[in-house]
T-cell receptor, first 111, second 113 residues
Framework: QKEVEQNSGPLSVPEGAIASLNCTYSDRGSQSFFWYRQYSGKSPELIMFIYSNGDKEDGRFTAQLNKASQYVSLLIRDSQPSDSATYLCAVNPSRDDKIIFGKGTRLHILP | EAGVAQSPRYKIIEKRQSVAFWCNPI?????LYWYQQILGQGPKLLIQFQNNGVVDDSQLPKDRFSAERLKGVDSTLKIQPAKLEDSAVYLCASSLDRVQPQHFGDGTRLSIL
């Protein structure tokens, strides 16, 4: 069974520091990788997506993909209290397969 | 660009009653998804449509859940009869195609008494 694993947390990070969130996946042939942020009581909001090995940067966010090791990471630089949320990793194994969400990592930025 | 619209936002019913949710995806998005999210867990895909055809409904409890997407635009998800374990948030999402990022609606919070 194809799986996406995330540490449930909570991960506590001081304000201004770098928050590092990790996600591992079981299907080596996976094609697309997504990070969503979900505030309590709200729906998931797309932050980043990445298809190729390496890094992708967007503002304070960087997604890192390592297909050989089957993990994808999200780095948040200069963490702000407003970054406190649950971060969901989602993996699309292939065009013909359904997307799989991890259970999410709760991030808490300490003021 | 208007986002994914869902209604109602909240619904409270008693077990064994029926309930229906409605979703209008982003204009031009061919793929539509219904998810169930239980508190503390990630979204679980119930059904995925490509235009008006079903792509995946392997996790849909078909004895009580049904969904349709007539004309390939709006979609409805129905539960009949509801069980206590159906208490969850029901999320609708859409994407341009099956590998593009999904965009979520605000969800419907369902409580079963």
């Amino acid at each position: 069974q194809k799986e996406v694993e995330q540490n449930s947390g909570p991960l506590s990070v001081p304000e201004g520091a770098i928050a590092s969130l990790n996600c591992t996946y079981s299907d080596r042939g996976s094609q697309s990788f997504f990070w969503y942020r979900q505030y309590s009581g709200k729906s998931p909001e797309l932050i980043m997506f990445i298809y190729s090995n390496g890094d992708k940067e967007d503002g304070r966010f960087t997604a890192q993909l390592n297909k050989a090791s089957q993990y994808v990471s999200l780095l948040i630089r200069d963490s702000q209290p407003s970054d406190s949320a649950t971060y969901l990793c989602a993996v699309n194994p292939s065009r013909d397969d359904k997307i799989i969400f991890g259970k999410g990592t709760r991030l808490h930025i300490l003021p | 660009e208007a986002g994914v619209a869902q209604s109602p936002r909240y619904k409270i019913i008693e077990k064994r009653q029926s309930v229906a949710f409605w979703c209008n995806p982003i204009s031009g998005h061919a793929t539509l998804y219904w998810y169930q999210q239980i508190l503390g867990q990630g979204p679980k895909l119930l059904i995925q449509f490509q235009n008006n055809g079903v792509v995946d409904d392997s996790q849909l409890p078909k004895d009580r859940f049904s969904a349709e997407r007539l004309k390939g635009v709006d979609s409805t998800l129905k539960i009949q009869p509801a069980k206590l374990e159906d208490s969850a948030v029901y999320l609708c999402a859409s994407s341009l195609d099956r590998v593009q990022p999904q965009h979520f609606g605000d969800g419907t919070r369902l409580s079963i008494l």
